[in-house]
C-alpha cells in the first residue's frame, strides 16, 4: 500500500512524534511506501505552555518526512487536502489526540478521499482530551463525520468514538481496539547500579519514577500525599519526578514540603531526551502513573520495555494494560490507595515476581499488531 500519516512527527519532539515515527517503521518494514506528512505550525505559540516544540535530536533515518500542514491556515488545510487527493495514498492516517486539530483534519481528510481510492482511518489516542473544552462538542463531531474507521489504543476511546458517532444520528464506521505497542527502539536496559551513577544518585536507595509531562491530571498531587502517609514505614524510599512542569512548579515544591518530602525527592524539570530514557527507567524500582484521568498511556510501554513494575490508577485505559497484582498495581486514585500499594510492593519484595510476569505480557504488544488493525479496518469498507 501507499500510506500518508497526518501528524505529528520530526522534528517536533514528545510521545506523539515518537509514536507516529515507529509506526511508520513498522509500515516500512513490511513493504509499504510510507510517507509522513507534518506541521509547519503545531501550536501557536500562546497554546503551548512548555519551553520549545522542538527536539535537538537528528532526523529518524529511513522515513521520508514532510512539512505541510499549518494548523491554523484554513488556505493551507485547502492546499493540503488537494495535495493529498493527488498523490492518491490507499490509506491516509490521521493522528488524532485534541479536537484543536479536528477542523484541519476533516477537511482535509473530505478533499482526499474524492479520488475514489484514500481511506481515511483515525489513529485516536484521545476522543475526549484530559483537559476536555467546548471545542470538544463543537469540532470532535465534524472530524468522526470524515473518517472511514478508526483505530483506538484502549477500550475507553472506542466507547468515546461512539458516543460522537451517536450524536450524528450516522452509520457507524468500522473501528477496532489495538493496545499501545511497546516503545522498543531506547536502547537495552542499564543496571540500577549504572543507571544511578550515570544520573549521581545512590543505587542503595528504592526509587520510584515518575516519567513525563507535569500536567495537573497526571495526579502529582496524590502521590506526593501518598509518599508522605508511607514516608515512615519506607526510610529508604525516594522519588524520582523526570519531565518538564505544564503547570506551576512551586505549588508541588510546597505540597513537598508540607508533607516533609524536602530530602525524599529528586526533581528534574526539563524535557528528558530519548537518550537518557534508559538511565532514569534503569534507576527506578517501580513506574508510578497516579493519574486522575486517563485514556492510555507511552510511558507503561516504555516500562514494559525496561521490564519495570508499574503503580497505576484504574483509570481509562490503564487498568486493562496493568494487571493488578501480577505486574504491579492498578488501584483506586487516591492517596490512600497508592499509599497501601505502595506499602505492599516495598515491604513484600514484590518487584522479582512482577518483573517475571512482565516479561511474559509484553511479547502481546508487537508493532505488527498495530499496522494489522489499520490494514483490517480499511478492509472492512
Known amino acids: 500500500m501507499k500510506v500518508i500519516i497526518l501528524g505529528t512527527s520530526w522534528p517536533y519532539r514528545g510521545g506523539l512524534a515518537t509514536f507516529n515515527e515507529r509506526l511508520a517503521k513498522q509500515f516500512v518494514a513490511e513493504g509499504h511506501e510510507v510517507e509522513m506528512w507534518t506541521f509547519t505550525l503545531q501550536y501557536p505559540s500562546f497554546l503551548f505552555p512548555g519551553k520549545t516544540q522542538y527536539t535537538s535530536e537528528p532526523a ?55 479520488n475514489g481510492k484514500t481511506r481515511c482511518i483515525a489513529l485516536v489516542h484521545n476522543m475526549i482530551p484530559h483537559e476536555p473544552n467546548i471545542l470538544d462538542k463543537l469540532f470532535a463531531p465534524y472530524f468522526v463525520k470524515s473518517q472511514d474507521g478508526f483505530v483506538a489504543l484502549s477500550e475507553s476511546v472506542v466507547g468515546d468514538i461512539e458516543r460522537v458517532e451517536s450524536q450524528e444520528s450516522r452509520v457507524k464506521s468500522p473501528k477496532t481496539f489495538s493496545p499501545h505497542p511497546i516503545y522498543d527502539h531506547y536502547g537495552e536496559q542499564m543496571s540500577k547500579k549504572e543507571a544511578c551513577a550515570a544520573l549521581g544518585l545512590d543505587a542503595k536507595k528504592d526509587y520510584m519514577l515518575f516519567f513525563g509531562l507535569v500536567r495537573a491530571y497526571k495526579g502529582l498531587d496524590l502521590l506526593l500525599d501518598a509518599f508522605g502517609k508511607v514516608k515512615e514505614q519506607l526510610p529508604n524510599l525516594q522519588l524520582i519526578i523526570a519531565g518538564e512542569f505544564y503547570e506551576d512548579e512551586e505549588k508541588y515544591r510546597t505540597q513537598i514540603e508540607a508533607n516533609s518530602l524536602k530530602d525524599r525527592v529528586i526533581v528534574r524539570n526539563e524535557f528528558i531526551p530519548d537518550g537518557d530514557l534508559r538511565k532514569y527507567f534503569g534507576a527506578a524500582d517501580l513506574i508510578v502513573q497516579p493519574y486522575k484521568t486517563a485514556t492510555q498511556s507511552g510511558v507503561t510501554q516504555v516500562a ?50 512482577f518483573t517475571k510476569y512482565l516479561q511474559k505480557e509484553k511479547t502481546k504488544y508487537a508493532w505488527a499488531n498495530m499496522t494489522r488493525a489499520f490494514i483490517k479496518v480499511k478492509g472492512e469498507n
Open 60 to 114: 529518524p533515518e529511513g522515513l521520508v518526512i514532510r512539512r505541510e500542514l499549518n494548523s491554523c491556515n484554513p488556505f493551507n488545510w485547502l492546499r493540503v487536502g488537494r495535495a493529498i487527493r493527488k498523490a492518491a495514498p490507499d490509506m491516509l492516517i490521521c493522528c488524532y489526540w485534541m479536537s484543536f486539530f479536528a477542523p484541519a483534519y476533516g477537511l482535509i481528510s473530505r478533499m482526499a478521499k474524492k
Open 304 to 353: 514494559f520495555h525496561f521490564e519495570k513494575p508499574m503503580l497505576v490508577t484504574n483509570v481509562g485505559g490503564l487498568g486493562e494494560i496493568v494487571h493488578n497484582g501480577k505486574m504491579g498495581y492498578a488501584c483506586a486514585p487516591t492517596a490512600e490507595a497508592i499509599s497501601e500499594d505502595l506499602l505492599d510492593y516495598f515491604t513484600n519484595n514484590r518487584q522479582a515476581a
